[in-house]
């Protein structure tokens, strides 16, 4: 065994060459990282390809975001699941989200909640009807006594 060049930084945690088989997507917003990685680590995620842009699924969904951005993020997320052989897909939104305080800035927290729902929905169809076997899972996130807990969002709408 050769003994590697000397680094400015080398990582303990060993390097696994196997693809993971489930891909994450959710927002880049750094408070919610650590919480996020918990969940899917929970959900028997230790390891992931991830997706993470400012609005997280919202990306995914030309509603919310630009017709190219959707377009282009929905690529890259293909991308990964038929490159990688990705299996299981998380798709998270969450409260107080910054991308859509920005890009609708006169909408109530409820009108924002309905919209990130909605995209959630949108992101989950998009990357199914690429890749149809694809199991999907929905999750908001909220915060809530100083922590972050997550909430299952359904696939459907629910009929009111
Ligand atoms: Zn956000």
Known sequence: MTTPPPAAFTAAHPFDAAHPHAIAVYCSDG???QSVEELLA???HARLD???TPGGPAVLNHMSAAYADADVNTRAATFLIRAHHITEAVLLAHEGCGYYRA?????S???ILARQLDDLRHAAKALRRATPALNVHLYYARVAAGVVCFDPVALEKPRT
């Open 103 to 107: 890009k609708r800035p006169s909408d």
């Open 50 to 52: 991830t997706v993470t």
């Open 31 to 33: 408070r919610f990282t």
């Open 42 to 44: 929970h959900l028997g």
């Open 109 to 111: 927290p409820e009108m």
